[in-house]
């Protein structure tokens, strides 16, 4: 387990710097649609600066509309919308007259408690305020006390003083209502926006992937499960949406909003608003301290899962072989230590949310409101010069109320964001692994010759498979290779189909090296059946023609007519247009076979190869084959792998293979006189034949 912690560990080392690279080709990506990004984001930043409006709107609307009747007021002669009557005198607030308006003896209305009083004289200051017994105004600054005669206000008479600020708090309020519509509006914009662009980001992020995968050489997928490839397709992209769509919105709102609400802050007090900065700091350094544990969890989270997915594709992929050997307990076991890491990995990352999710969010927001309070509660009630006005202190309140949201919405957001950017390392790592543009380039028929020169060949490393290996087949001939399990017959016509290429020597067709030909270009004349045909979901015409336009539909029904298939599947309730299910498990394999063998032949290759395609076939089948052959062998050069030596007999050359060595090479007849590997193979299976037709009373079609 120690040496497991430790590869880890180095493993995180020497990864410690890929997510900032990462990061910038996210961007890049991003970039492919920058418009709208831009577009979504301006949008936001309007819904924000709207949003951000109302406390400022507030904030007038307590300091001028409501608490303004606190100003001073003085007698005026003059009639006019601000003018209040109480008693027999007009009086008008200080800042409703006009610069040159004369002014008469100073009044104010001040609220003490619940109530409001009418004082007819100046203040000397301002303080705490009380009523005596006697119901004097008795107002109190530190040592200093002063007492005023004063008249309680009835709710009618506060009314007239508050009456001409009415329309002003009505205009206030349909200002508020519109920004608050507006910001609905952008807000709603925005998300559409910033959501279908992450849509599209996906999708040429998934495209590029699945396109980087045909380009991927065979060699690539010898040792990555499909179930790892598929979640990368799948689950890791989805995740990298998340970064688009919550991620980068909760981040640039959150981002924008505090920018917002630090300068919204120091417009209104830049005492207070410097005291609130310690929040940024400490932001910064929790997000560093949880990137830096949570991006390690987060890694072996998504590695476990593509394992388990790798698991789930291979044990649906072998039920049969598991069902059949008793190996569900085992499997289900093996199935458990990904799916126990896969969740000891989550509940880390589970306790490291929550022990800097809400909880760390409180705790800063109750500092910032703990400062708040002192620094009000030892400045301003004090009643010291430069005290803060009542919707002063509103706004900042709703100002920090505001601050935290972002900050819960970042800290929410801490997870998906990791969790994306590994899952966007690990696309990343596949899209940077070497390959292949899919070359559109065309070129004229081959004529068939085909050379090999001295080639050599491993899969790994120094281990050779083939070694030294030289022939010549000429245009139309049929070669045929033999020999054990593991002799090297397979990776010839696998370097031939340039599914790899090989270490040493030469591979010419018609005279031209295969490696200055792209692969694409060079496979146009090539056709391949497999031992183990694969068949795509959908029908049986188009399994045939693998929806290339090129070949029509009377094109595959002549092409499943020459090889005999029409027999074998005009029992069929459709036909070759029968639905076709995954790998076509609902076919027989023969059926399946001769599906493969009419998809080669629909391309009409120059050179057709034929890797045991008659091993998994009965005898009826093979032999409506054997007779399809002698047509369609004819106009091009034919490579037949074969364990069945009877069906080769006829192949202008035999190639007899022995640990990646040609030991042997000729017709039947002239390997049979030689009395060789060759000879007692064909003497072996002739006589298991013979035997089993003893036993049966019967003999198979091949026997001779």
Known sequence: MSMEKEQFDLEMDRTAGSLDKTGRRLMRYALHFKTSLILALLMLAVAVGTDLAGPLIAKRMIDVHISGIEQPWYET??????????GETLYKRADRFAADEP????????????DYYFVESPLAFDGDRSITENGRLMITKGEQTKTYEARRLTAGEMFMFFRPEMNGLLHLCQIYFGLVVLSALFSYGQRYLLQATANR????????????????????????PAGKVVSRITNDTESIRELYVSVLANFFTGSIYMIGVFAALFVLDVR??????????????????????????????????SEINAMINESIQGIAVIKAFRREKQTEREFEEHNTRHFTYRSK?????????????GLIRTIAFVALIWYFGGVSISGVEGAISLGVLYAFVDYLNRLFQPIVGIVNQLPNLETALVSAERVFVLLDEKGEDVSDDRMERFKGKVTFEDVWFAYKDDEYVLKGISFEAMPGQTVALVGHTGSGKSSI????????????????????????IPRQTLRE?????????????GTIASNVSLGDPAISRERVEQVLSEIGADRLLKHLPNGIDEPVVEKGSTLSAGQRQLISFARALAFDPAILILDEATSNIDTETEAIIQ????????????FIIAHRLSTIKHADLILVLDRGEIVERGDHETLMKLGGRYYHMYQLQQGERVSLGEKTGTLSPGTV
Not at 103 to 114: D, K
Not at 201 to 224: C, E, G, Q, S
Not at 274 to 303: G, H
């Open 77 to 86: 002669k003059a009639e006019g919308p601000y003018a209040v009557a109480y």
């Open 103 to 114: 002014r008469g003896a100073e009044v104010r209305v001040l609220q003490v408690n619940r």
């Open 201 to 224: 980001i996906i999708r040429k992020m998934r495209t590029d992937v699945f396109a980087h995968i045909h380009r991927l050489p065979i060699r690539y997928f010898d040792n990555l």
């Open 272 to 305: 207070l608003a410097a005291i609130c900065l310690f929040i940024v700091p400490v932001l910064a350094v929790w997000m560093y301290v949880y990137r830096l544990f949570a991006k390690r969890y987060n890694r072996v989270i998504r590695s476990t899962l």
């Open 349 to 361: 990352l589970l306790s490291l949310n929550a022990l800097t999710g809400h909880n760390l969010v």
């Open 493 to 516: 016509l696998n370097l031939l189909f340039r599914f790899y290429d090989a270490s040493r020597g030469r591979i010419a067709i018609d005279d031209r090296d295969i490696c200055e």
């Open 525 to 537: 004349h090539m056709g391949i059946v497999l031992q183990d045909p694969f068949l795509f979901t």
């Open 627 to 638: 007779e399809a052959l002698d047509v369609v062998k004819q106009g091009r050069t034919t």
